[in-house]
T-cell receptor, first 112, second 113 residues
């Protein structure tokens, strides 16, 4: 089965600072999905990347897909307390998205 | 509603009892997924439904687990003879098409005493 490793496992940053979360797959990536989860809540879809070199941005969050390295990064610019939560990457290794595999998450805390 | 809904939000049961968890996907979404999330663990795939195709049950951990999707919409996940290790948050997700983004429900927190 596909292994997805996220790094770091947890992160504490001061408000206003930038940060990057990485997601590395042991298998070919046909699609990479980023989600955010707050305690006690479901997963909120952030972005989906499907093509090598693809980069998407939404507000202050940017995600990139490096197909050759089988890796994706999520970058947050000028972090805010509202960015706090657990960030999860999910990957499709079949090309059909029938069984997405998820990483164990990166817990982000943003201090004032 | 606009999103995926699940019921109940919380379920406490005794070991050995059967439980049913319900998922209402977003209207028109053809694909439906069940995952579970145990404390400190990532999301574990359980089962996938796509249209009228046979479901992908490869993630179901034992034959105590079963799921069905009626009329291509509502899905029910049934756990028979629950065990303490079944305690987890069970998440349902749907997507408009296979390969599209999954939209998750709020989950059902199952506690087996």
């Amino acid at each position: 089965s596909q292994e997805l490793e996220q790094s770091p496992q947890s992160l504490i940053v001061q408000e206003g600072k930038n940060l990057t979360i990485n997601c590395t797959s042991s298998k070919t990536l046909y699609g990479l999905y980023w989600y955010k989860q707050k305690y006690g809540e479901g997963l909120i879809f952030l972005m989906m990347l499907q093509k090598g070199g693809e980069e998407k941005s939404h507000e202050k969050i940017t995600a990139k897909l490096d197909e050759k390295k089988q890796q994706s990064s999520l970058h947050i610019t000028a972090s805010q307390p509202s960015h706090a939560g657990i960030y999860l990457c999910g990957a499709d290794s079949s090309g059909t998205a029938s069984k997405l595999t998820f990483g164990t998450g990166t817990r982000l805390q943003v201090t004032l | 509603g606009a999103g995926v809904s699940q019921s109940p939000s919380n379920k406490v049961t005794e070991k050995g009892k059967d439980v049913e968890l319900r998922c209402d996907p977003i209207s028109g979404h053809t694909a439906l997924y069940w995952y579970r999330q145990s404390l400190g663990q990532g999301l574990e795939f359980l089962i996938y439904f796509q249209g009228n195709s046979a479901p992908d049950k490869s993630g179901l951990p034992s034959d105590r687990f079963s799921a069905e999707r009626t009329g291509g919409s509502v899905s029910t996940l049934t756990i028979q003879r629950t065990q303490q290790e079944d305690s987890a948050v069970y998440l349902c997700a749907s997507s408009l098409i296979a390969g599209g983004p999954l939209f998750f429900g709020p989950g059902t927190r199952l506690t087996v005493l």
